[in-house]
């Protein structure tokens, strides 16, 4: 039996960074993933990096169509076929490092086939057994699958067949789910030129988002034609291109014409075939592994990173595990997983930003703020470039001296929101007051600016 100090299941976003942790500890490592191809994980393959290829593609299509206004005259539909060999050359480029063979070529102990635990430090591989000190479980997350009557009969797709499998442009097109993957999906093949319905079982899209930018990011979608529609379960498919619809509240039904439909409604877990018992591994009715503060299972030598551990299903979440873990597994000093150090972008135009606390998590922990709504109607970059729609929220510490209060949390809509948010995020990761906003200078006309302009507002509030 061969024998490491760490073993790593699952070479996604979660399992390279941890390959990269263990390295940089001085560990001799083994590496397991179940498919050469799928090293790289969800992300290369199947999500963010197809999927913002995609994005920038129908960008320059809707950038085409609103130059419309001022004389250009424009006809047609996207060459599918070319947008896709854009968004396959660019995971290309990033595949050169994220492969087998350049795993290999450097050093990396990889094995390929499908792990189960045998007992509590050893893992099986084609027959072979292997035992680690320590084991990551970053097993990653699937689409979620529903058995809809008539399904069998449809072409439909999700994120992990979606740019593989599909050769041509919709001419229209069910979007089932109306969250990040749904809402970014719709929109850049509205953009490229299908018709686009969104059916959402919720009562607004992102769902989980501040209810007000949510708001915005439908009007602006719909703008686009759009057909959205909220507080609907989809019930079957009465046939191929037929999908039979309810209101949720009202009960009323109705149907809907597609050519394809793309399932955007959720992700399951990837760790079932671990066979975890054997290990001393406990889990939910529901399946998830029970892991404390720390990512450590019921089995202390045992950890969950990345979506395998059911939190939230970003690439990023899984580096700030990593970043968890290699700060804990160094130091004597040990920290506690916490939403402060969390952010996350939906890719939509405008995009969606949120870091740190959410207003729900400061209310259930009890813990005193102040929230600043901002628009952004007088802010000279919104008016020069056309989204004075903009909406910022910020959620602060309720200090007696407004200057020394410091950033908790917030939400942005706006063009490049995701990059607006990002020295706000610092500041809340790095216990920065608002005096330190009000003291800089801000380039004019940079976007940012708004942040500014919002932290003044806080400081200047007479109440």
């Known amino acids: 039996m061969k024998t490491f100090d760490a073993i790593i299941i699952g070479a996604g976003s979660a399992g390279l960074g941890c390959l990269g942790m263990a390295q940089d500890l001085g560990w001799n490592t083994l590496l397991i993933d179940k498919d050469e191809a799928n090293i790289g994980g969800d992300c290369l393959n199947y999500g963010c990096v197809p999927s913002k290829a995609l994005i920038h593609v129908a960008k320059y299509f809707h950038g085409a169509k609103k130059a419309e206004a001022f004389g250009l005259e424009t006809t047609g539909k996207a060459d599918f076929g070319k947008v896709m060999t854009y968004v396959h050359d660019k995971q290309s480029i990033i595949r050169a490092h994220e492969s087998a063979d350049y795993l290999r070529s450097n050093g990396v102990n ?169 290990a001393g591994i406990q889990e939910t009715e529901k399946g998830k592994i029970i892991i404390n503060d720390y990512l450590q299972t019921s089995n202390s030598s045992v950890y969950v990173v990345g979506d395998a551990a059911g939190m939230y299903q970003f690439s990023h979440g899984a580096e700030k595990h990593v970043n968890l873990l290699r700060h804990n597994l160094s130091s004597l000093i040990k920290k506690k997983h916490s939403l402060k150090g969390l952010s996350w972008v939906t890719f939509t ?40 729609y903009g909406h910022m929220t910020l959620l602060v510490s309720n200090d007696r001296i407004k200057s020394r209060r410091k950033i908790l949390g917030g939400s942005i809509i706006a063009p490049h929101a995701g990059d607006i948010m990002q020295e706000l995020h610092l500041a809340t990761t790095s216990d920065i007051c608002l005096h330190d906003f009000i003291e800089k200078v801000y380039a004019y006309p940079t976007a940012s600016r708004i942040n500014q302009q919002t932290i003044m507002g806080i400081v200047n509030y007479k109440g």
């Open 349 to 388: 135009d405008p995009e969606v930003a949120s870091f740190g606390y959410t207003e729900a998590y400061l209310k259930e922990h009890k813990i005193n703020y102040w929230r600043q709504d901002q628009d952004f109607g007088h802010d000279d970059r919104a008016i020069t470039a056309d989204y004075t």
């Open 110 to 278: 990889l094995v390929i086939g499908e792990a189960h635990f045998k007992n509590e430090n050893t893992v099986d591989v084609n027959g072979e057994q292997y035992q680690g000190d320590k084991i990551f479980i970053c097993t990653g997350s699937h689409p979620r699958h529903i058995p809809f009557d008539g399904i069998d009969t449809v072409q439909h797709l999700n994120n992990e067949t979606l740019f593989y499998d599909l050769k041509e442009l919709p001419d229209r097109l069910l979007v089932v789910g109306g969250g990040p993957i749904g809402c970014e999906m719709a929109q850049a093949f509205n953009r490229l030129g299908s018709e686009v319905t969104v059916v959402d079982r919720a009562a607004t899209i992102l769902s989980k988002e501040r209810p007000e930018i949510s708001e915005i990011l439908k009007t602006r979608l719909i703008e686009e034609g759009i057909q959205i529609i909220n507080d609907t379960d989809l019930k079957r498919f009465s046939d191929s291109k037929t999908a039979e619809v309810e209101n949720r509240t009202s009960k009323q039904g109705q149907t809907i014409q597609f050519d394809l439909a793309l399932m955007a409604i959720g992700r399951g877990l990837n760790h079932a075939s671990l066979k975890v018992a054997a």
